[in-house]
């Protein structure tokens, strides 16, 4: 499955009504961490299909960071059942951010 980019307008149909859980990435193209991660979360998103996998540009979408209360990023979160259930703040490695998603 490829990363879905997730905004203001798809999040309630790609996030909230979900039937998996959903890893969100927020990122920026300035950050150098969100680099980092950004690679590691495409690969992900190739290898699982028990969950979604979404990005959301912290700049282009400052409501859903908001919403977030995103205070860093990258900021990885687990949205399962409507309700954020994991996150974590900065660069992971690949094992980390499978842990957060598995079943």
């Known amino acids: 499955m490829s990363v879905l980019t997730i905004t203001r307008d798809n999040f309630k149909q790609e996030v909230l009504n979900s039937d998996k859980p959903v890893l969100l990435d927020f990122w920026a193209s300035w950050c150098g961490p969100c680099r980092m991660v950004s690679p590691v979360v495409d690969e992900i998103a190739q290898e699982v299909d028990h969950a979604k996998i979404g990005k959301i540009n912290v700049d282009e979408e400052p409501e859903l960071a908001q919403e977030f209360r995103i205070m860093s990023i990258p900021t990885l979160a687990v949205i399962k ?23």
């Open 81 to 103: 059942d409507q309700k954020v259930v994991k996150t974590s703040v900065g660069v992971q490695p690949k094992e980390a951010i499978l842990d957060m998603i598995q079943e």
